[in-house]
């Protein structure tokens, strides 16, 4: 008997999560270092950001 389940998809899911914390950490060192075209490059991050949420949210429901 296993005490953690092993599935693939829950660990893809941390990988999804840690690429976009990564992604919208370089994003926003970007915005903070050039402040061009800021409007389009926070529209983007917003995208991460609302990817990052969607992943949590199918992280927390395998974990129940």
């Known amino acids: 008997m296993r005490l953690v389940p092993k599935d693939n ?3 893809k899911l ?3 999560l840690a690429k976009n ?3 919208g ?3 926003l060192v970007q915005i903070l270092r ?3 075209n800021v409007e389009a490059q926070v529209g983007r991050l ?4 609302h990817s990052a949420d969607r992943t949590t949210h199918d992280i927390l429901v395998k974990l129940h």
Not at 46 to 49: A, G, L, P, R, V
Request: charged share 30%; net charge negative; with cysteine.
């Open 46 to 49: 917003s995208e991460i950001e």
């Open 21 to 23: 914390i990564t992604e």
């Open 14 to 16: 941390f990988g999804d």
């Open 34 to 36: 050039s402040m061009e």
């Open 25 to 27: 950490c370089i994003l």
């Open 9 to 11: 998809k829950f660990f």
